[in-house]
């Protein structure tokens, strides 16, 4: 009896010894960044594997940040670090728009990020060009009440705006930088797009006011990058009009009573004053015309169809759909990942278990303040160049909601205001012998970039035009405008 007890007894202890190695080595191995070198991190966020991830030699995490611990308000996050020498590479924050749209939906697994969902909504695949080819990704779900992140207290939800969204997403990055010191002095890009063309711009003043008001950390911020950037509106809402006009979607009919009867000074969001019976009845028409039949954020993409979509995955069956080598139907496929329990555990997500289910843009939960997209965001742009930061505003050329159209046209008015010159002039850019799109660049600090081909999403509608355009970027270089010397001018017809 005394020699079974005594066996079991030191197989058991056995059985731990041999937990606590496997616990300690896996400890140190997260210890090392990918190239090896040791960096402090929270243990408590590492992810060790997604379901359905493929095998990689990065490392991720994900967690909350509470931003405001009396209210209960806290922000989730989902960092990947680069995918090779992560401790040499800068750390670049992306953030989607809406206003109420989720960066990690968005940004990490349909667009940049390291994996996108597989056809089927259960696992992963790799994204073969992530951005964290060349840079450490931070992607956050801001303000309260968007995908994970949330609040105890409602009135966060009805009263959130520009201003409060600042705020915390400026207590956010200083909480995340207390969790990861290693980047404490890295150089910082700041990226988004959409409705991030305020969120970025206001985060970045934040940011450096508060480096003029700290004795001690000082965010060595490098960059500002805004993709179909809302800057705005009374220069982009009529944009989209003239777009449509000019691919031939709308007729010349109604463009005309659009040009001659709506004014669009003053235009508020989601509030059409001051906009006259006849101008109503015709952008009424362009949007029954054109929204009903075509996907505004890329009007050469076929479109999924929601339904059906998620009847397929519901059966466990394949739904990817091809249109010009994008799958449409991501966004589903997507949602039923992000929704799927095992998942969210992975992630440390939803540790409040909320009373709904994850989505890409929570507009019946978080009521955004109607006027703050009336903000017009170059003054803040010029207030940023002050610092000598460069920014970089491209836009997807397919994109009719912020198209090409009024984006060039305000940074080149933001040019005019800062007295800069052109030092590039608006011409051809390429990627592998090929346009990669159109750039102007003024004073060495401001560039405007197009890239051919992509959506409102450009890392999702062209992915390596986007990773181009982006290494660029972080890495201080102009995009080439000469093509391989090997390579003759166009064919012949």
Known sequence: MFSTRFSSSMGHGIEKFKNKLFLLVLIISCSLDSNGVVFAYPKEDIVMRLPGQPEVGFKQFAGYIDVDEKAGRSFFYYFVEAEKNASDLPLTLWLNGGPGCSSIGGGAFTELGPFFPTGDGRGLRINKESWNKVSNLLFVEAPAGVGFSYSNRTADYTNSGDDSTAKDMVTFMLKWLEKFPTFKSRPLFLTGESY?????????????????????????????????????????????????????????????????????????????????????QALNETESVVSNYINGFDVILDVCYPSIAQQELKLRKTITKKSVGVDVCMSEERNLYLNLPEVQRALHANRTNLRYPWIICNEKTLKYNKEDPDRDILPLLKEITKYGISIWVFSGDQDSVIPVFSSRTLVRELAQELNLNITVPYGVWFHKGQVGGWEIEYGNILTFATVRGAAHMVPYSQPARALHLFTSFVKGQRLPNTTFPEIGGPPSI
């Open 196 to 280: 991030a063309g305020h969120y970025i711009p206001q985060l970045a003043v934040g940011l450096l006011n508060y480096n003029e008001q700290s004795k001690n950390l000082k965010l060595n911020i490098k960059g500002v990058a805004l993709g179909n950037p809302l800057l705005r509106l009374n220069k982009d809402i009529p944009s989209k009009y003239e777009f449509w006009w000019s691919r031939g979607m709308i007729s010349d009919e109604i463009m005309l009573i659009i040009r001659n009867e709506c004014k669009f000074d003053g235009y508020l969001y989601a509030d059409q004053h001051n906009v006259s019976n006849s101008c109503n």
